[in-house]
């Protein structure tokens, strides 16, 4: 009898935790499909590599034998806490450096795995590096976008990329290597992306390896993005 009442409980806490995952699924799913649709989906070609027209959801990879043991040393912590993980880590292991200099072009948008194991790269290469490792540890793609747009350094405006991310809290933050590193640790969890309008301007566009959103399908050119 002892033994019976102890099966018991043990199914009854297993069904216990089979109904949690399952909600937590069917939250997940609302929110993924609120997030895919919210913004119109459109095309965006860019001549990143090379002069050749890529779709700008290739630079940012969903499979990397290069990277996912990297990423998987994230796996045992919370996904705000990779974000904000993975941000400071490519602040660290990353030295910016312009594309004519790495390159010896005008503009390239390197690979993620190009940009970790060199170690260098401008303002899109550690973007889609962070949005790479942010996908391969597990984060789900709705909650990763790499934006292109305007912002504002030392009262001039310039084009610019950074990864955005959408926490726990259902609130997106900036997660910007380049420009303003230290102020996207400090303001993570904080200060969303919205209300840093003295910082960014308008957004162009913005991307995963899913999906890309824009109100229109367009090609831009490198003049574009100054950094």
């Known amino acids: 009898l002892d033994n019976g009442i102890k099966e018991n409980k043990e199914l009854i806490e297993a069904s216990k935790n089979i109904s949690v995952d399952k909600n937590n699924t069917i939250k997940e799913t ?55 993980r993975i941000l400071k880590d490519v602040i660290k292991r990353v030295t910016y450096t312009s594309d004519n200099v790495i390159y010896k072009q005008d503009e390239y948008w390197a690979n993620p ?72 640790i400090k303001t993570f969890g904080v200060v969303p992306h919205k209300d840093k309008k003295d910082t960014y301007g308008d957004i162009w566009f913005t991307f995963n390896n899913e999906f890309s959103f824009a109100q229109k399908s367009f090609t831009f050119t490198k003049d574009d993005i100054k950094k």
């Open 113 to 184: 795995e190009e940009t970790w194991q060199n170690r260098l790269g401008d303002c899109d290469d550690g973007a889609n590096l962070i949005a790479t490792l942010l996908i391969l540890s597990g984060v789900p793609n709705y909650r990763i976008k790499v934006a292109c747009g305007d912002a504002f350094v030392k009262n001039q405006k310039v084009g610019h990329a950074y990864c955005v991310y959408l926490a726990d809290n259902d609130t997106w933050y900036t997660l910007d290597w380049c420009y303003w590193a230290e102020d996207s």
């Open 30 to 84: 609302k929110e993924e499909t609120y997030w895919n649709n919210k913004w119109k989906k459109s095309p965006v070609i860019y001549k990143a590599q090379d002069n050749t027209p890529l779709d700008i959801r290739n630079f940012i990879l969903s499979r990397s034998y290069i990277l996912q043991p990297i990423a998987n040393k994230y796996n045992d912590i919370s996904f705000d806490d990779r974000a904000l």
